[in-house]
């Protein structure tokens, strides 16, 4: 991916104070820098599979699978259990977004990693 879409498409965190801090100035400094002047890198984004079960507002009782990028590579012995505390938090929100009711997680599998060439 060229650097200067990459910084176009993200928001660049400087801090975070009582809330998080995003660096405008910086963004549009960093999406007008030459590609030459990036060292080719990569990012690698673990993606899982979340398979969630719920209950319509009609009653009807659904299994779904859902998809989930985290920001932290899996580490096998704390990963699992740190992914399905965020696949139970994450699925929670979206349920009561969406009037879904008992939701679930049945299991989370990491499927694969999404990697992104920068440079």
């Known amino acids: 991916m060229h650097p200067s ?17 995003f660096d405008e ?17 990569k990012v690698t984004l673990p993606v899982y599979k ?3 079960s719920y209950e319509t507002p009609k009653g009807n009782f ?4 859902k998809y989930m990028v ?7 012995q704390e990963g699992e259990y740190y992914n399905e505390v965020w696949a139970e938090m994450l699925t929670q929100d979206y349920g009561q977004e ?11 599998e990491h499927i694969c990693d999404a990697v992104l060439p920068i440079g």
């Open 5 to 21: 879409k990459f910084f176009k498409e993200t928001s660049l965190r400087t801090g975070i104070d009582t809330f998080e801090i």
């Open 50 to 52: 979340v398979l969630v």
């Open 98 to 108: 969406h009037s879904m009711k008992n939701m679930k997680v049945l299991g989370v």
């Open 70 to 76: 985290m920001d932290s590579p899996v580490n096998k």
């Open 62 to 65: 659904k299994e779904i699978q």
């Open 25 to 41: 100035d910086l963004k549009q400094k960093l999406m007008q820098i030459h590609p030459l002047n990036f060292i080719k890198t």
